[in-house]
């Protein structure tokens, strides 16, 4: 006998319930590995540094897990119009959210690159960056379990700061390296790790994009 | 009524041989776009730097297109295990490929910052970097329609080979930069072209990973 439509609906509910919760636990991963990165690069913690870098496997199986998850989901309840729709923007929110996770990954390993010697400048500008960042990737996690258009709106407006944080980064390091040569090489490493965060902001905005047409039906480009 | 499972079936070939035309055009675009980009630093174009930037759009809008035609798929046809597998595998790679076509569009974008000053040494790596990252997502494509393992396994090999030359292209041009700092915002750009480079040819390795996943139904690392 087949299962009526409500009683697909209703294990629906549940099944994207317990993939959503997934989602939040990756999300906290993703945020908890930028932050220990910046910390550790403030601090030339290496050992930190090593905790980004091992942690990144559970990022990479949890995504695998909620994947299956919606697969299994599809194929089994058949989800209709916007339920199938939730169900592919979450399986894109993942592919973003496990890129973020490499990102912050590099960022590890970049610090594992300048080791312990001493920073060329006090850093002020990119602590700040990776602050950003960190919050556009809970709000847009939030604007897709809310179906929050406005917040998915707001915080791609962090965007743009991002944007202008890197460039003056950019700009300062690159000052610094003409002047001294021997910055040159953690310098380099530096402008890495700024562009490394401005993409991370920049898969936070693409969520941002995919909960849009989630909840609108509508492409709209936040950048 | 209903139609059939068989029905079902039929339908699914013929949707999913559309699919992969598209995805097969859409893979066109990118390796023309790296091509391009590369022959325009060679050759400093920056007119044909601007063509690559203004392809990137149709990129974008094959992978609307595409990845609205998988859901469709879905939701219509329903497809079962391997089928949906297979259609799961399309909408992961089109990500892959649209994020590829960001990377050229950021080689095009530095290409113009670069601009008419003369080049710093003459470029024999970054081509060769950019010959074989166009190659994998040539074989990447390939290998999943005709979802040939060895294919992707060998496709993935050259990965190794990327990731030497950037590095061997990183600290070459961090030497540069060392003995002569009037060269440093220039090497700085060129630095940045080898890394999005390599990210192409990871990306592409994605994909091989997924098209054993696809066959084999198992999780295999090829980094």
Redesign the interface.
């Given at each position: 006998m087949e299962t009526s439509h409500q009683d697909k609906k209703i294990v629906y509910v549940k099944k994207i319930g317990e993939l959503q919760n997934k989602l939040l636990q990756m999300g906290g991963l993703v945020e908890e590995a930028i932050a220990r990165a910046i910390d550790s690069l403030k601090s030339q913690d290496l050992e930190m540094a090593e905790k980004v870098i091992n942690n990144d496997d559970r990022i990479d199986e949890l995504e695998?897990e909620i994947?299956e998850g919606c697969?299994a989901l599809?194929?089994t309840q058949?989800p209709?119009?916007k339920d199938?729709?939730k169900v592919?923007t979450l399986?894109?929110m993942i592919?973003d959210l496990e890129r973020m996770g490499d990102y912050a990954l590099d960022i590890a390993k970049t610090i594992k690159n300048i080791g312990n010697q001493p920073l060329i400048k006090p850093l002020v500008d990119i602590p700040r960056m990776a602050r950003i960042t960190q919050l556009m990737v809970k709000e847009s996690l939030d604007s897709y379990i809310k179906e929050d258009v406005s917040l998915a709106v707001s915080m791609a407006q962090h965007d743009d700061e991002v944007d202008m944080l890197h460039k003056q980064i950019f700009r300062e390091l690159?000052t610094i390296?003409?002047e001294n040569?021997?910055t040159?090489?953690q310098a380099?490493h530096l402008?890495?790790i700024s562009?490394y965060l401005e993409r991370i902001a920049d898969h936070a905005t693409n969520i941002g994009e995919n909960v849009i047409f989630l909840v609108t039906g509508e492409?709209k480009d936040l950048n």
């Open positions: 695998l994947e697969l599809i194929a058949q209709m119009a199938l729709r592919a399986l894109k592919m690159l390296m003409m040569p021997r040159i090489t380099t402008l890495f562009r492409r």
